[in-house]
Each structure stands twice: as structure tokens, then as C-alpha cells.
């Protein structure tokens, strides 16, 4: 939760800031977290938010899974300023390939997985539609 608002992710409600700071032009974040305050329809606005598969808008500015590790910390003020103004000019000494490499096996795997129910249910279709004529 930050600023009455509620976010699936920790670095999320941050990086509109963050791009902000560095000079780059930010896409809307509305959609990144849900309000809790005055919000009718917060139950259903949280069930559907948890539910969603679709990244965050944050995530395009995130490596994810594929990121060097570093200890997780509590931020006060300040230490929220100087994380907001850090420059990386390469990105790439921030990849772990290994953990890259790891992940890219892992969704090669779960598309072909998905490949192989989307066509077992296309020929399921198929034969539906035969057996109905």
C-alpha cells in the first residue's frame, strides 16, 4: 500500500517517479494499483485487479525474475530519494544471465505447453462441430 492505494508489486507505485526523475516520458499508471479510500466498489476493484493476468504498466521498466539479487531493505524518505535517482547507463550490468537463461527455458516450456492445449482443443472444436452436423 502507498498513498492510499493498493499495488501488487512494491516497485510499482515508484516507477512513474522514478521515470520522472531520469527525464523520460511516463505512461499512464492507473491501472499499476487500486484505491482504497472512498472506492464503492473496492471489493470487486481488488478481486479483479488479484485476478488479472496482464502485467502491471511497471513491469515494461522491470527486469523481474531476471535481475541481479540485492538485500531487500525497508526505505525511509531518503532512502527512497537516492533509489529514485540512481542512472544506470547500461542496463545489461543489471541482468543476471543465468537467471535470464533459467527464465527463458521456463516460457519456451509453458508456450509449448500452451501450444499443445491450444491445438488439442482447436481439433476438440473441430470434431464438436463435426459430430453437431
Known amino acids: 500500500m502507498y ?12 516507477v512513474p517517479e ?6 523520460s516520458d511516463a505512461p499512464d499508471f492507473s491501472g499499476d494499483g487500486v484505491p482504497l479510500h472512498n472506492n464503492p466498489n473496492l471489493r470487486q476493484e ?13 513491469c515494461r521498466y522491470c527486469l523481474g525474475g531476471s535481475g541481479k539479487s540485492f538485500a531487500n531493505r525497508q526505505l525511509n524518505e531518503d532512502g527512497i530519494r537516492d533509489w529514485l535517482t540512481e542512472k544506470h547507463t547500461d542496463v545489461r550490468e543489471l541482468i ?21 492445449m491450444a491445438k488439442s ?10 459430430a453437431k452436423q
Open 46 to 58: 481488488l478481486e479483479d485487479y488479484l485476478d488479472r493476468d496482464t502485467p502491471l504498466t511497471a
Open 3 to 14: 498513498n492510499g492505494r493498493y499495488y501488487k508489486c512494491a516497485s510499482g507505485p515508484f
Open 96 to 116: 543476471d544471465k543465468e537467471r535470464l537463461a533459467v527464465a527463458k527455458h521456463r516460457s519456451n516450456r509453458v508456450s509449448s505447453i500452451w501450444r499443445r
Open 121 to 130: 482443443l482447436f481439433r476438440a472444436s473441430k470434431m464438436a462441430v463435426g
Open 18 to 23: 522514478w521515470l520522472h526523475r531520469i527525464g
